[in-house]
């Protein structure tokens, strides 16, 4: 039996990683990657919490945060393919249009 | 015995992560975020979900990921993959396919006759939850996908004053 605060220490440690990753990388889709991950370090501290709590409701929740990745994956990679389409690049610093 | 496997998962978790931010392909990106993904879905499996690592991996792992390697491959990044083929890679394959062979006969041969013991997050008692006291959510979730399926149809619609 692994101790819940293990579990809670690794989300935190994959939730920096996350972040880190969101803000060293320069193009849409691997920062998008980035979101994906930190979405998952939040998974993981909702099933040890689960798990400490002795009760479903908090793998349920996590149902409810796939689903909406999905949902999230495909408007935002739609965005990112019509970036594409017109500005004919991905990367953050050339997409400057509402920079004052 | 969980302890060390909890440790392995971990550390393979954050080092696919690291491998994440250090890879300056975005193609071997996505690969190492589907191989920290994997990870997960073991140490989900370790804390009482096996359902909700089984759909870790299948929608997760499988069909997000397949979009975004689908996006990749269709922006035109410019350092491309080597193309010669290498024989370890060949070798790794081959040897990874049969050590899952191994492991799905494993299981075949571990399936128990009788009812499965009922674990937290066992998929009937899952589902329970999921369709009583979390009904409404679930049927608001359909709506949210065919708001999501429109709208990734009508961005990507062509436009003729482009």
Same mark, same amino acid.
Request: aromatic content about 6%; proline content about 0%.
């Given at each position: 039996m692994i101790p819940t605060h293990y579990y809670f220490v690794l989300s935190i440690i994959l939730f920096f990683l996350g972040i880190v990753a969101f803000f060293v990388k320069k193009d849409l889709v691997t920062m998008f990657l980035a979101v994906e991950v930190m979405l998952n370090a939040a998974n993981l501290a909702l099933v040890a919490f689960a798990r400490s709590a002795a009760d479903v409701?908090?793998?349920?929740?996590?149902?409810?945060?796939? $689903?909406?990745? &999905?949902?999230? &994956? &495909?408007?935002?990679? &739609?965005?990112?393919?019509?970036?594409?389409?017109? #500005? #004919? $690049?991905? #990367? $953050?610093?050339?997409?400057?249009?509402? #920079?004052? | 015995m969980a302890h060390i496997l909890f440790f392995l998962l971990a550390i393979l978790c954050i080092g696919a992560i690291a491998g994440f931010i250090l890879s300056r392909n975005q193609a071997y990106s996505a690969l190492f975020v589907i191989l920290a993904f994997v990870c997960t879905a073991g140490l989900f499996a370790m804390a009482d979900a096996p359902f909700v690592a089984v759909v870790q991996i299948i929608i997760y792992a499988g069909a997000i990921m397949v979009l975004f390697i689908f996006v990749i491959m269709m922006i035109d990044i410019k350092k491309g993959l080597s193309p010669e083929k290498k024989r370890w890679i060949t070798a790794a394959s081959v040897g990874l396919g049969l050590i899952l062979l191994l492991e799905l006969l494993f299981a075949v041969k571990k399936i128990p006759g009788g009812a499965a013991a009922e674990s937290l997050g066992a998929p009937s008692r899952l589902g329970e939850v999921l369709f009583t006291k979390y009904l409404y959510p679930f049927e608001i979730t359909s709506v949210l996908i065919i708001a999501a399926l429109v709208g990734a149809m009508v961005l990507m619609k062509k436009q003729e004053n482009e």
């Open positions: 409701d908090g793998q349920i929740i996590i149902f409810f945060i796939i $689903t909406v990745a &999905a949902a999230e &994956a &495909a408007i935002g990679l &739609a965005i990112i393919l019509h970036i594409y389409r017109r #500005k #004919k $690049t991905i #990367k $953050t610093e050339d997409i400057n249009l509402l #920079k004052g | -």
